[in-house]
């Protein structure tokens, strides 16, 4: 007999009767969970988690406990910095710590993903200051669930001289940093923005309509 | 089932790791959302913004089902040039985000997709778009079945100098009709009636007032909501400008 048309398929066997298919279990509960925890790791499927899994394993000494004990310090010391809202073992955190940064620079990014972006970049000589997201109608985010007031905070000190909005360039981003302009256009600080525009290595021929736009309307003197 | 149209986008969240669902408000098959397989993925990095204009093809089981989108093109790209200037984008904001409050799933509304296509097109010049964010306010109001009478005076049935609106009927009335009562009426800004009529910063104000006050009880209220707070934010930038 076979059904079908539910959203699902049901299979039995018509000579033995026995054959309902069923999830059979492989492996015991302890391997189970690590999969299970491993495939809500972006990027990573139940297929994926299963073979990162058997990796860790065949990699017992080398690879899995140095992992784990790794995954643990981090866990135990590090936190965000009560300064930027960066990830660090130490609070503030190193890159607030460093004196060779400029006092008076800020750079406002989204996620700590974006820090690290430009830090691989080396293009700020100044600190940073994540927010933890963007306004969003639509998602329901709103100022008071991001770091904004803190970020006010710093603005307000007498060494600040410029604060560079380097939010992503959607909708939700610009309209955060339209946001941050206002609520910071009382202070003596210089605000600025990222540029929009070709990036290095594009074609315009394969640009979107939007950039060459946003490339045009910000275009500068050669 | 299938069909293409042309829309707006209004918004997009994510589904899984890689897909997006886009709300688009279509001009013949009304408001969708729909996956677009694939768009929320890092390796595609640049994708349609909300206020963009794009070409879509629907495809699903049922009309009601969640369907996808097989084409998803951007043919007009407006964000980029809102995000240009603030007050542009908070008349984008203003408008994307009174249309995801207040324009229901299901229905075609041509007038109210080509509308916003007319003010996101004029959201570079600044003078222009306020008045045309309010009459598609008024325009959004009809569509949804509360439109504005505004062709001639309650009282007398003139149609010469009207100045007035009805809270009640939100019918017009002649400025010396409505004289007596005019305390209790809400204004009505001659760029409503006249497109050439001169526009002052107090006739943007009445205007959002009138549009909103009739938007607020007839639609917003019954949905237990209140007006977006980025409509308020562009009311005060332009009359604060």
């Avoid at chain 2, 707006?8 to 997006?20: A, H, M, N, T």
């Avoid at chain 2, 205007?207 to 308020?232: H, I, N, Q």
Wanted: hydrophobic share 45%; net charge neutral.
């Amino acid at each position: 007999m076979r059904l079908a048309g539910f959203g699902f398929r049901l299979w039995r066997s018509d000579e033995s009767g026995l054959g309902v298919r069923m999830k059979r279990q492989t492996a015991g509960p302890e391997l189970e969970r690590l999969v299970t925890l491993i495939a809500k790791l972006p990027g990573l499927g139940p297929r994926s988690a299963r073979r990162v899994a058997l990796f860790l394993l065949k990699k017992r000494d080398v690879l899995m406990i140095p992992l784990a004990e790794a995954l643990m310090l981090a866990a135990e010391k590090v936190r965000p910095c009560g300064t930027c809202g960066n990830f660090d073992a130490i609070d503030p955190c190193a890159v607030c710590m460093d004196s060779g940064r400029d006092p008076g620079l800020i750079c406002v990014v989204e996620d700590v993903a974006d820090l690290w972006a430009l830090e691989r970049a080396s293009a700020i000589r100044g600190r940073y200051h994540v927010l933890g997201g963007v306004l969003s109608a639509l998602d329901g985010v709103r100022p008071q669930d991001l770091r904004i007031d803190s970020l006010v905070a710093r603005a307000t000190l007498p060494e600040m001289r410029e604060i560079i909005l380097a939010m992503n360039a959607t909708i939700d981003g610009q309209t955060t940093a339209l946001y941050l302009t206002e609520r910071l256009a009382y202070l003596p600080v210089r605000i600025t923005r990222l540029a929009q525009g070709v990036p290095v290595g594009g074609e315009l021929d394969h640009l979107d309509e939007g950039t060459l736009l946003a490339a045009l309307t910000s275009r500068r003197e050669f | 089932m299938e069909w293409s149209d042309d829309a707006l986008v209004l918004g997009s969240r994510r589904l899984g790791e890689s897909g997006l669902v886009f709300d688009v408000l279509s001009r013949e098959h009304g408001r969708q959302s729909a996956l677009v397989y694939g768009a929320g993925s890092a390796s595609r990095k640049i994708r349609p913004q909300a206020g963009d204009g794009v070409s879509v093809v629907w495809r699903g089981r049922l009309a009601q089902s969640l369907g996808h989108f097989s084409l998803f093109e951007l043919v007009r790209p407006r964000a980029a040039l809102a995000m240009q200037s603030g007050l542009g984008l908070t008349g984008l904001n203003a408008l994307l985000d009174m249309a995801r409050e207040a324009v229901p799933e299901g229905p075609s509304l041509p007038g109210v997709h080509d509308g916003a296509n007319v003010v996101l097109d004029a959201l570079g010049d600044p003078d222009l778009w306020p008045a045309l964010y309010i009459r598609w306010e008024a325009g959004l109001l009809e569509a949804l079945g509360y439109g504005l009478d505004l062709g001639q005076c309650a009282l007398t049935g003139s149609s010469e100098d009207l100045a007035f609106v009805s809270p009640k009927s939100g019918r017009a009335a002649s400025r010396s009709a409505a004289a007596p009562f005019a305390d209790k009426l809400l204004a009505l800004p001659g760029f409503l009636l006249d497109s050439g009529a001169p526009m002052e910063v107090n006739d943007l104000a009445d205007g959002f007032a009138l549009t909103g006050y009739f938007l607020e009880r007839r639609v917003f209220d019954p949905l237990g909501k209140s007006l977006p707070e980025s409509r308020t934010r562009a009311i005060v930038k332009l009359c604060l400008r």
